[in-house]
């Protein structure tokens, strides 16, 4: 992985939050998959892509007609902080 110019405080926080919630998510237990790669899409070179999973139930679905977006939508750009 390329070295990643960042305040460590700030990325530290970032990451004890994002497992913070992943562990939450899971109340009866389960694994946490944390992945790292190089940017492979054109406005992700030079980029580290960081992908935290759990085995948690998700977001629920907005309800219909609440105009909520959609965390997970292929429009918004994902693994950016």
């Known amino acids: ?6 305040d460590s405080e700030q990325i530290k926080q970032v990451f004890l939050n994002l497992l913070r919630n992943a562990v939450e998510a899971m109340e ?3 694994t ?3 992945t790292t790669a190089r940017g492979a899409d054109s406005g992700e070179q030079g ?4 992908r935290v999973q759990d085995e ?3 977001v629920p679905p907005p ?3 609440s105009g909520s977006s959609n965390p ?3 429009r918004r750009r994902r693994g950016r902080v």
Do not use: E, K, T
């Open 56 to 58: 948690g139930p998700g």
């Open 63 to 65: 309800p219909y007609g």
């Open 72 to 74: 997970s939508s292929p």
């Open 1 to 6: 992985m390329p070295l990643v110019q960042a």
């Open 32 to 34: 946490i998959h944390l």
């Open 28 to 30: 009866s237990g389960g």
């Open 47 to 50: 980029m580290v892509v960081v």
